[in-house]
């Protein structure tokens, strides 16, 4: 069964940055297109951002295009997600998830994500 640990997430002031790290287990993780997802209280789950099977393919919520960038390391089997410029309307839980896609495909309906972390949180003061 395939498990997603995220961490990374923490209290940080407008302006700073974080990098997030999701950890896969349990499988083939070149099988799955990766995504990140957040969501803060009250609200729906969003999209963030997601990255194909082998990397060359990336997508992006427009309210974090240009500040966010997510990445991945087959080697290691992990998943990234840097953020810079942070707002304080980024605070959320941010979840790692994973999508059984076609080479080269990106999703960033959350309908389509098979597996899921627990979240980490993320705090951002103004």
């Known amino acids: 069964q395939v498990q997603l640990v995220e961490s990374g997430g923490g209290l940080v002031q407008a302006g700073d940055s974080l990098k997030l790290s999701c950890i896969f287990s349990g499988g083939t993780f070149t099988n799955y297109a990766m995504g990140w997802f957040r969501q803060a209280p009250g609200r729906e789950r969003e999209f963030v951002a997601s990255?194909?099977?082998?990397?060359?393919?990336?997508s992006y919520a427009d309210v974090v295009k240009g500040r966010f960038t997510i990445s991945r390391d087959n080697t290691k089997k992990m998943v990234f997600l840097q953020m810079n410029s942070l707002k304080p309307e980024d605070t959320a839980v941010y979840y790692c998830?994973?999508?059984?896609?076609?080479?080269?495909?990106?999703?960033?309906?959350?309908?389509?994500?098979?597996?899921w972390g627990q979240g980490t949180q993320v705090t951002v003061s103004s």
């Open positions: 998830a994973a999508d059984s896609a076609v080479w080269g495909q990106v999703e960033t309906s959350r309908r389509q994500y098979d597996f």
């Open positions: 990255i194909s099977r082998g990397g060359g393919t990336t």
